[in-house]
């Protein structure tokens, strides 16, 4: 290990998991740059670079997204699926999602091509991350999506009308926004690790759809603040 690198380890280890768990929360819960958290954490007192807090957004997100409690599914469920171009680089990728009724994000992957190809491995993805079909498949008029239906799920009914999709396509809203922030996205490998963590941190603290009452967000958030600090004390 090089004085670099003992330098960055002497850094993370001299902040309490605590303080960790607090950028990496800001960083992708909410729409701020690496400097704008740089900068709040200094207002509390906190001396840390914007360097730092992007390393610890690389090396304990994933760990945090991965311990947060999941939505169980259900065969009621209904799958929105859509997809978006993300540029990098000057090269078009598709990030293909899909949401459930609630909005909440089930599952995002990056590819290259916008076919039946593509669409066939997010179903796919998502019938082995699911553990079950859906009671129904809701997609806008792309034929891939069709196609795809007919080889991995043809029992489950599928809609196909874009009308129908608003909820798959406003969930890339909060992604494009973040996009926007950030000045685009590196690489694909960048961009599939950062909308898996950013989508799990908002799955946690997003109430669904059907409790959208001030009473039950202000709930529901508490409920996700001390689930995200659990999760920090046993992974950082």
């Not at 293909?96 to 909440?104: E, F, H, K, L």
């Not at 996009?179 to 590196?186: A, D, Y």
Request: proline content about 5%; overall charge positive; charged content about 25%.
């Amino acid at each position: 290990m090089d004085r670099h690198d003992q330098a960055r380890q002497l850094q993370t280890s001299s902040f309490p998991p605590e303080i960790i768990a607090y950028a990496v929360w800001l960083y992708f819960r909410f729409p701020l740059s690496l400097r704008l958290v740089e900068e709040m954490l200094l207002e509390c007192g906190i001396l840390v670079s914007y360097e730092t807090v992007r390393r610890w957004a690389i090396k304990f997100g994933p760990a945090y997204a991965s311990r947060l409690r999941r939505k169980r599914p259900s065969r009621r469920d209904v799958w929105h699926l859509d997809e978006v171009v993300v540029t990098i680089s000057g090269q078009g990728h598709w990030l293909w999602r899909a949401v459930d009724q609630d909005g909440y994000v089930l599952d995002e992957i990056v590819q290259t091509r916008r076919d039946t190809k593509a669409a066939k491995r997010l179903l796919r993805r998502l019938l082995k991350k699911q553990g079950s079909p859906p009671r129904q498949m809701i997609a806008d008029k792309l034929g891939s999506y069709a196609a795809a239906h007919r080889h991995i799920m043809p029992t489950v009914e599928h809609r196909s009308h874009k009308g129908l999709n608003n909820r798959a396509e406003n969930s890339h809203v909060p992604l494009r926004r973040r996009e926007r922030i950030m000045q685009g996205f590196r690489s694909p490998g960048g961009l599939q690790r950062f909308a898996a963590i950013f989508s799990a941190v908002r799955n946690l603290f997003v109430p669904p759809l059907s409790r959208r009452s001030a009473l039950a967000m202000h709930l529901h958030r508490l409920t996700a603040m001390a689930e995200w600090k659990g999760v920090a004390r046993t992974t950082a």
